[in-house]
């Protein structure tokens, strides 16, 4: 069974197995790409959204910290970090 | 050597504090224009060499990459491959990287040293990453990258010499070659950055933990709005409680250099032109640069501790509800600074239909313009005691409901704009959050000081304009001594006031409103200064009558229902010409600030009249 990075829960550290880049636009792949979000790398899910809503997501990338919204969080599979 | 004054670009990631190197580097020597034909802010300024030869330095937006998403990121890329109207391609590039998020910004680096330009790397906020517990290597740096790396914490002004001697040997021993591709794919990139990181990084402590102990308070999903919440309210309290003093020392010296006119010119038209048009209608704007000097210093107190992007995370959930982001939550802030650079900054917001609704709905946020109507019609009509037994001033609590009624209703127009007019797919919001860190009181004062600049430029030039052709429409034609009508009454202006005063009559405006409505079109505060005028002149060289406060003379003439009912107008009348023009620019035509002032009036008078009539049922006509 595949966990997506919108649901998986926050805290415990993910690796990225695969993002399914024709879930966004072009633009939207590439600022993730940017982020540094792309298959292999190791991110930490730590909020999500406020009593409004479950949307966006923060996590950490590396030594950052960035925002996707959970539509996107959707396109992204994840696997057990090693 | 070229005789020319050598252009040297600073370039860099957003978050690599390319602004508190450039204000290091220039201190006040700054100019903010904008580029031609686009709406994105040029900020140049003035440094020099050690010999002391000028350079002209430029910040550049921040963005990830060549391949831009946003106008702003556009302009970043055409500058550096020289291919911006205006704008010369730079002799050489400072890449600003921050010394703590290597990893990531030697993507954007190294994809900009393939440009082959003169070229030095400024290794950023050094000193945050050694808080952090990474020990660098700069030398190694700069062997891996074959550019100089100088390390440089903008704050404490460390590195600056070493920076600019290093622009002048780039500059100096440059061979230009072709210039090329950093790599062919994302992927490889990364990879590449990434290994000359680790390459960089000497000693690597695991990332202290306080950072993310405070996210967890401040984002939390219910602590954090919370927070949000009473930052705001302690805001807004601030801006009425702490600049009463600045705004009487202001006041008084106004009103004192109008006596001493009065007393020393003799009475002719010049000196009724100056007393009772300009210094009575400038003098009663610029009494609130105090108020508007602390909503900007706090606002720029929150962008620069990093807590911005929080609020913006905060808040993009509710703004999803209504079809915008948090995206739009900063320049929707700023717009209550002024709806100009807040429509100004909805150009990071990539969405098209998001930013299109974000500036429909900016005029909505209370401007620091509406500030001196609020509080000259709150001062004189509501009482300044604390509700209950409560530290909260209800002065202030009124003004809080003033706000919040703009932002209510700038979501209830944004979710029927985004189901009908700008409908279209949901808004994306990617932002990175940037560590918390200590505003630099340099660059709170150089932001301060450019934002009451504009602010005097306006007072000194649409705003006095404005005045003095007011004071002669209400001067003239002049009432004769046997006539029963008033001054301005009698007047040009005070006759097309009669006019307008059938229109707005119903929602309990009375003549004095109608006659400010007409000028407070070039700007809202200008309605403070319109009934000013009117009042001085109707005053006369009655010394004692001008000296009143102009709210002491309003309580006397204005019912309670009025001043609530003029009070919910000014919450949506789309009152500021450099509104609807910043729209129009923005925009690309007159189609949307049209629809803009049109719905925005609608809203007014329906709010206006609600208000009024509601009033005047409960008894306060």
Redesign the interface.
């Known amino acids: 069974m595949t966990v997506l990075l919108d649901k998986t829960p926050l805290g415990a550290r993910v690796r990225i197995a695969r993002i399914d880049w024709t879930a966004m636009s072009e633009a939207e792949g590439r600022r993730l790409r940017e982020f540094g979000l792309m298959e292999g790398c190791e991110v930490t899910p730590l909020h999500r959204g406020s009593i409004f809503s479950r949307d966006p997501l923060a996590l950490t990338v590396g030594r950052m910290k960035v925002i996707i919204r959970a539509r996107q969080a959707a396109a992204i599979e994840l696997e057990p970090a090693a | 050597m070229t005789a020319a004054i050598p252009s040297i670009a600073l370039v860099g990631n957003p978050n690599a504090g390319k602004s508190s190197l450039f204000n290091a580097l220039t201190g006040a020597r700054q100019k903010i224009a904008n580029y031609p034909g686009v709406t994105v802010e040029r900020k140049a300024g003035q440094a020099s060499f050690a010999d002391g030869r000028p350079m002209s330095l430029i910040d550049l937006p921040g963005t ?2 060549l ?1 831009p ?1 946003s106008l702003d990121e556009a302009v970043t890329r055409d500058v550096v491959l020289g291919r911006q109207e205006g704008e010369k391609r730079p002799d050489a590039l400072i890449i600003v990287v921050d010394a ?2 290597l ?2 910004h030697l ?1 954007f680096a190294l994809e900009l040293l393939a440009l082959n330009l003169p070229t030095v790397v400024a290794l950023n906020m050094l000193d945050l990453a050694e808080r ?1 517990g990474l020990t660098l290597d700069a030398d190694r740096l700069a062997r891996e990258l074959g550019v100089p790396v100088v390390p440089t914490v903008a704050v404490r002004k460390r590195g600056l010499a070493e920076l600019v001697a290093a622009v002048d040997g780039a500059i100096q021993s440059h061979r230009p070659r072709e210039a090329g591709a950093a790599e062919s794919t ?2 490889s990139l ?1 990879a590449r950055a990434r290994t000359i990181a680790r390459a960089a990084i000497v000693d690597e402590a695991p ?1 202290r933990r306080w950072t ?1 102990r405070v ?1 967890n308070v401040v ?1 939390h ?2 602590a ?2 919370v927070l949000l919440f009473a930052l705001m309210f302690v805001m807004f309290q601030a801006v009425f409680s702490w600049a009463t003093p600045f705004a009487d020392a202001l006041e008084s010296g106004v009103g004192s250099v109008q006596l001493w006119v009065v007393d020393t010119v003799p009475a002719n038209f010049l000196r009724d032109l100056v007393v009772e048009g300009l210094l009575a209608g400038v003098g009663a704007v610029v009494v609130f640069l105090p108020q508007i000097l602390i909503l900007f210093f706090f606002i720029l107190l929150l962008e620069a501790s990093g807590y911005m ?1 929080r609020a ?7 703004m ?2 209504v079809g915008l982001s ?1 995206r739009g939550f900063i320049p929707l802030l700023s717009s209550f600074a002024c709806a100009v650079p807040g429509i100004m900054a909805t150009r990071a917001i ?1 969405d098209e239909k998001d930013r299109l609704t974000t500036i429909l709905i900016a005029p909505l946020m209370t401007c620091s313009a509406r500030m001196p109507v609020y509080t000259l019609i709150i001062s004189a009509f509501i009482p300044a005691r604390q509700v209950g037994g409560t530290p909260i001033g209800l002065q202030g609590l009124v003004l809080f409901c003033l706000f919040l009624s703009g932002i209510v209703g700038a979501m209830l127009v944004a979710l029927v704009l985004r189901r009908s007019v700008t409908k279209g797919n ?1 808004a ?6 940037p560590r918390y860190q200590w505003p630099r009181a340099n660059d709170i004062v150089i932001a301060l000081w450019q934002r009451a600049w504009i602010f005097l430029r306006r007072a000194g030039t649409i705003i006095a304009a404005t005045t003095v052709v007011l004071w002669l429409l209400l001067s003239f034609p002049r009432v004769p001594a046997d006539n029963g009508l008033s001054q301005v009454e009698y007047s040009v202006g005070g006759r097309i006031a009669s006019g307008l005063e059938v229109i707005v009559e119903p929602i309990g405006f009375n003549h004095d409103i109608a006659v400010a409505l007409i000028p407070a079109m070039a700007a809202r505060e200008v309605a403070v200064s319109a009934m000013a005028t009117a009042n001085a002149i109707d005053a006369g060289d009655d010394e004692q009558k001008m000296s009143d406060q102009l709210g002491d003379t309003l309580q006397g003439k204005w019912s309670l229902a009025t001043a609530l009912a003029f009070l919910a107008w000014f919450v949506f009348a789309p009152q500021c010409i450099s509104t609807i023009a910043i729209t129009r620019r923005e925009t690309n035509g007159w189609k949307w600030p049209m629809f803009m002032v049109g719905y925005l009036f609608a809203l007014a008078y329906v709010a206006a009249g609600i208000t009024y009539w509601t009033a005047v049922a409960l008894g306060l006509g």
């Open positions: 990830y990459s391949t998403v703590a998020n990893d990531n993507c952090d994302d992927a990364h990332v993310q996210d984002l999903p219910v954090g709005l992007t913006a995370f905060l808040m993009d959930g509710l999803g509800k948090g990539p949901a994306g919001f990617m932002m990175e959050m």
